[in-house]
T-cell receptor, first 113, second 114 residues
Framework: AQSVTQLDSQVPVFEEAPVELRCNYSSSVSVYLFWYVQYPNQGLQLLLKYLSGSTLVKGINGFEAEFNKSQTSFHLRKPSVHISDTAEYFCAVSGSGYSTLTFGKGTMLLVSP | KAGVTQTPRYLIKTRGQQVTLSCSPISGHRSVSWYQQTPGQGLQFLFEYFSETQRNKGNFPGRFSGRQFSNSRSEMNVSTLELGDSALYLC?????????????FGSGTQLSVL
């Protein structure tokens, strides 16, 4: 069985400040890791994914994430946030079989001027 | 390319009724998955279809069912609605439904059960 823990339900931050959204996962098998973003009244959009190889993954909109196998973590970072980054961010895992995602509870990123 | 289209966008039903939600995947995508999103439980997997066959199912009661047509369009049905079924239902499509694939999500159907 797989599980995902997003340690912060809300992260308030000022515009142009750096941000880190934390994600830890648990799985007995190798997994693929994803970060999705959900803007108000919309579906989810993929930010980035880790499949294998380099542990630092770059995504869209200036986001990046680092896979740490020993700490079973996949934290999302952005060096400088914009107001438009205000949204809910979901960390997710899937196994090597079908594309069944197990999501964390989400982290609401609130960017203020 | 058109994105994933879900209809209707909003639905209001009363307890005991049944409801059908529709999802049209991106052209060429053969895998369609459904997720339920609620404030309390978050995003939970319902089921996944590929080439008209259900390949995987989440932990939901039998009142939740789905199907996929030969053109990859999918429907999900909820019978005997309960208040707790109020949620945003999201459909996602991908090429073949592999665990390493990007899922493309629709905007969802917001179901309110009164």
């Amino acid at each position: 069985a797989q599980s995902v823990t997003q340690l912060d339900s809300q992260v308030p931050v000022f515009e142009e400040a750096p941000v880190e959204l934390r994600c830890n996962y648990s799985s007995s098998v190798s997994v693929y890791l994803f970060w999705y973003v959900q803007y108000p009244n919309q579906g989810l959009q993929l930010l980035l994914k880790y499949l294998s190889g380099s542990t630092l993954v770059k995504g869209i909109n200036g986001f990046e994430a680092e896979f740490n196998k020993s700490q079973t973590s996949f934290h999302l970072r952005k060096p400088s946030v914009h107001i438009s980054d205000t949204a809910e961010y979901f960390c997710a895992v899937s196994g090597s079989g079908y594309s069944t995602l197990t999501f964390g509870k989400g982290t609401m990123l609130l960017v203020s001027p | 390319k058109a994105g994933v289209t879900q209809t209707p966008r909003y639905l209001i039903k009363t307890r005991g009724q049944q409801v059908t939600l529709s999802c049209s995947p991106i052209s060429g995508h053969r895998s369609v998955s459904w997720y339920q999103q609620t404030p309390g439980q978050g995003l939970q997997f319902l089921f996944e279809y590929f080439s008209e066959t259900q390949r995987n199912k989440g932990n939901f009661p039998g009142r939740f069912s789905g199907r996929q047509f030969s053109n990859s369009r999918s429907e999900m049905n909820v019978s005997t609605l309960e208040l707790g079924d109020s949620a945003l239902y999201l459909c996602a499509s991908s090429l073949a439904g592999g665990g390493n694939e990007k899922l493309f999500f629709g905007s969802g159907t917001q179901l309110s059960v009164l």
